[in-house]
């Protein structure tokens, strides 16, 4: 079914998951320009929406289907008639149109969620998949709470929905319970033990309640999965989604895994500002690829590394993402070599002992203003001999 083996597509719930944080609902045009900043970026599936949810939901698929050209457009729904419907109505203008639909696996959402039988599910979920398949040819069925499920029943569900036509499976850790090698191990089962699993295309969508989203994620991918889902930033409900340029960095970083995706990598950084202001979602400064610190180096022995070889304390060039620049930031931790850097910087040329009494009085400066900028450091230069 794969062209390429190694390819691993980009499944993006920025609008539909993303979206569900309180306070960050967004505007069908505010949908529309993030979904083309989306399609720009390289992204191959856009979750546009839960159109049965409300007419504003409803309404944002069918702009963002007429909205783009490339990406698929997928529309969620639960596993009947109704909701299906409603999604095959709005997708009517969508170029590359995907039904996104599901049903609990575990045996939790089972007996505590819809109060039902593993058989009578097995039979909702079947029959959800050949109702959508009648409208649209392009199926992805999701098997909510996978990761508690019992893998037997779960490899028994993925079977018979792509049976059914289902083009896409996908096996969540709806509530980021799963380590790692649980998850990747509930992947590789289904890669080896469903019979008619070469049919469809194995996706990951992890959640972050014990901050495994990421590695949950990329384990999947190590043991067969080739789509993965998730958000910019990882916003999302609770502790957030699979942040997206985290999986594409480390995929891109990690030649060794011998997989690539089709995402142009210097956007990364755009869109993520955008996405933050758009949704009043601030970025934490120490977030992985797009935080403001991501490429800030403020430790004496780190500065002094970077300053040598910036391959000493980076792994990414902050331009590989589209981020402004490294940054050198002058603290009470910072060494002689990022003083003399800066001061060179300002056209300053010190030998070692000028550098040395500079350095002394830096530090008590450093001690008591948090932030040293330029000014600061002409300060420091007042009446000091140097050589211009």
Same mark, same amino acid.
């Given at each position: 079914?794969?062209?390429?083996?190694?390819?691993?597509?980009?499944?993006?719930?920025?609008?539909?998951?993303?979206?569900?944080?309180?306070?960050?609902?967004?505007?069908?045009?505010?949908?529309?320009?993030?979904?083309?900043?989306?399609?720009?970026?390289?992204?191959?599936?856009?979750?546009?929406? !839960?159109?049965?949810?409300?007419?504003?939901?409803? $309404?944002?698929?069918?702009?963002?289907?007429?909205?783009?050209?490339?990406?698929?457009?997928?529309?969620?729904?639960?596993?009947?008639?109704?909701?299906?419907?409603?999604?095959?109505?709005?997708?009517?203008?969508?170029?590359?149109?995907?039904?996104?639909?599901?049903?609990?696996?575990?045996?939790?959402?089972?007996?505590?969620?819809?109060?039902?039988?593993?058989?009578?599910?097995?039979?909702?979920?079947?029959?959800?998949?050949?109702?959508?398949?009648?409208?649209?040819?392009?199926?992805?069925?999701?098997?909510?709470?996978?990761?508690?499920?019992?893998?037997?029943? =779960?490899?028994?569900?993925?079977?018979?929905?792509?049976?059914?036509?289902?083009?896409?499976?996908?096996?969540?850790?709806?509530?980021?319970?799963?380590?790692?090698?649980?998850?990747?191990?509930?992947?590789?089962?289904?890669?080896?033990?469903?019979?008619?699993?070469?049919?469809?295309?194995?996706?990951?969508?992890?959640?972050?309640?014990?901050?495994?989203?990421?590695?949950?994620?990329?384990?999947?991918? $190590?043991?067969?999965? *080739?789509?993965?889902?998730? /958000?910019?930033?990882?916003?999302?409900?609770?502790?957030?989604?699979?942040?997206?340029?985290?999986?594409?960095?480390?995929?891109? /970083?990690?030649?060794?895994?011998?997989?690539? /995706?089709?995402?142009?990598?210097?956007?990364?950084?755009?869109?993520? *500002?955008?996405?933050?202001?758009?949704?009043?979602?601030?970025?934490?400064?120490?977030?992985?690829?797009?935080?403001?610190?991501? !490429?800030?180096?403020?430790?004496?022995?780190?500065?002094?590394?970077?300053?040598?070889? *910036?391959?000493?304390?980076?792994?990414? *060039?902050?331009?590989?993402?589209? !981020?402004?620049?490294?940054?050198?930031?002058?603290?009470?931790?910072?060494?002689?070599?990022?003083?003399?850097?800066?001061?060179?910087?300002?056209?300053?040329?010190?030998?070692?002992?000028?550098?040395?009494?500079?350095?002394?009085?830096?530090?008590?400066?450093?001690?008591?203003?948090?932030?040293?900028?330029?000014?600061? =450091?002409?300060?420091?230069?007042?009446? $000091?001999?140097?050589?211009?």
């Amino acid at each position: 079914m794969l062209h390429d083996p190694n390819r691993v597509y980009v499944f993006d719930t920025t609008l539909r998951d993303g979206e569900q944080v309180p306070g960050c609902q967004l505007t069908t045009p505010e949908k529309i320009e993030i979904a083309r900043e989306l399609e720009a970026l390289g992204v191959d599936i856009i979750e546009a929406g !839960f159109p049965i949810s409300s007419p504003g939901d409803f $309404q944002s698929v069918v702009e963002i289907s007429k909205a783009v050209k490339e990406p698929t457009v997928c529309a969620l729904t639960r596993a009947n008639k109704g909701d299906i419907d409603s999604a095959i109505a709005a997708l009517q203008y969508a170029k590359h149109p995907r039904i996104h639909t599901g049903i609990g696996s575990s045996d939790m959402h089972i007996k505590h969620k819809f109060n039902s039988t593993r058989e009578e599910i097995l039979e909702r979920a079947v029959e959800a998949v050949k109702y959508a398949k009648r409208a649209v040819e392009d199926i992805e069925f999701y098997a909510e709470d996978a990761g508690r499920a019992d893998i037997h029943f =779960l490899a028994k569900m993925v079977e018979s929905v792509i049976a059914a036509g289902a083009t896409v499976v996908n096996i969540p850790d709806t509530n980021g319970y799963c380590l790692p090698d649980q998850y990747g191990s509930k992947i590789r089962f289904l890669k080896e033990n469903v019979k008619n699993i070469d049919k469809a295309i194995i996706s990951v969508h992890c959640h972050n309640d014990l901050g495994l989203a990421t590695a949950n994620s990329i384990a999947g991918l $190590q043991n067969g999965a *080739r789509q993965v889902e998730g /958000t910019i930033n990882g916003i999302g409900e609770r502790a957030g989604n699979t942040s997206i340029e985290e999986v594409v960095m480390i995929l891109k /970083t990690h030649h060794s895994l011998g997989l690539h /995706t089709n995402i142009k990598s210097p956007m990364i950084y755009e869109i993520s *500002r955008m996405v933050s202001s758009m949704m009043r979602m601030p970025v934490q400064p120490n977030k992985a690829i797009v935080g403001g610190n991501a !490429f800030a180096h403020s430790s004496g022995i780190h500065q002094d590394g970077f300053l040598k070889n *910036r391959e000493n304390y980076e792994i990414i *060039r902050p331009e590989d993402v589209g !981020f402004p620049s490294a940054t050198i930031v002058l603290t009470a931790r910072s060494g002689r070599h990022a003083l003399k850097f800066h001061l060179e910087r300002l056209g300053y040329k010190l030998d070692k002992d000028e550098l040395a009494e500079v350095y002394q009085r830096f530090l008590v400066l450093a001690d008591h203003k948090l932030d040293i900028n330029d000014e600061d =450091l002409h300060g420091l230069m007042i009446n $000091q001999p140097v050589k211009q």
